[in-house]
């Protein structure tokens, strides 16, 4: 479902860990708030543009096309799955690892060196605009990789608080939401689950 600016449902801020993990953000863009509405920060190409130059992924004049989108929901999707294997301590489907490899090794990562002959050198990436998509996903697939292998996965969890389905890092061993909101939301559930039981009684 596509929203319009006026009524669309504001998207929580970043869940800890997405400020060093841009994969943990990009995993947490298709969400779920409270009331189970859905949010999918990808769910059109414009939106997929925005989500990709307000990271550093895409230059601002860049135009994503249907089958850019689809491909970036893919790679999530899968990043998705290897999060929650990681959590769980399961073994992901082959699928996933292979999506993420896949992305890893398409196109090269590193910014291009170029010589501007007023400006001098200066470096970007330097894939024509067919391959922006691709080169976003390399970096998502690093990142993700890196999360997965690091001293931050053992801190990976779910928000606690459901509907929520984002993922964070923890940064300190009691921490459970994505945020405080979803923190309040589920002290508030406890609350009333508590006075309930006592009414009860």
């Known amino acids: 479902m596509t929203e319009t600016p006026a009524t669309a449902p504001l998207a929580p801020p970043p869940a800890p860990g997405a400020e060093r993990h841009p994969s943990l953000d990009f995993a947490n863009s298709a969400l779920t708030l409270a009331g189970g509405q859905r949010l999918d920060l990808l769910d059109s190409p414009p939106a997929a543009t925005r989500w990709l130059v307000e990271h550093g992924l895409a230059p601002e004049d860049a135009r994503l096309w249907d089958y850019c989108t689809r491909k970036l929901r893919a790679l999530r999707e899968q990043i998705r799955v290897l999060i929650t294997a990681r959590i769980d301590g399961t073994v992901p489907a082959p699928a996933a690892v292979d999506a993420v490899n896949e992305a890893l090794t398409r196109v090269p990562t590193a910014s291009l060196l170029h010589w501007d002959p007023d400006g001098g050198p200066f470096r970007t990436p330097s894939h024509p605009a067919t391959q922006i998509v ?13 999360l997965l292998t690091t001293a931050d996965a053992e801190r990976l969890t779910a928000c606690g608080s459901p509907p929520c389905n984002r993922f964070l890092v923890r940064t300190h061993p009691r921490r459970h939401w994505c945020s405080v909101r979803c923190g309040d939301r589920a002290r508030a559930a406890r609350a009333y689950a508590r006075r309930a039981r006592a009414a009860e009684d």
Do not use: C
């Not at 691709?134 to 890196?146: G, Q, R, T």
């Open 134 to 146: 691709d080169h976003a996903l390399a970096v998502l697939a690093a990142d993700a990789a890196e």
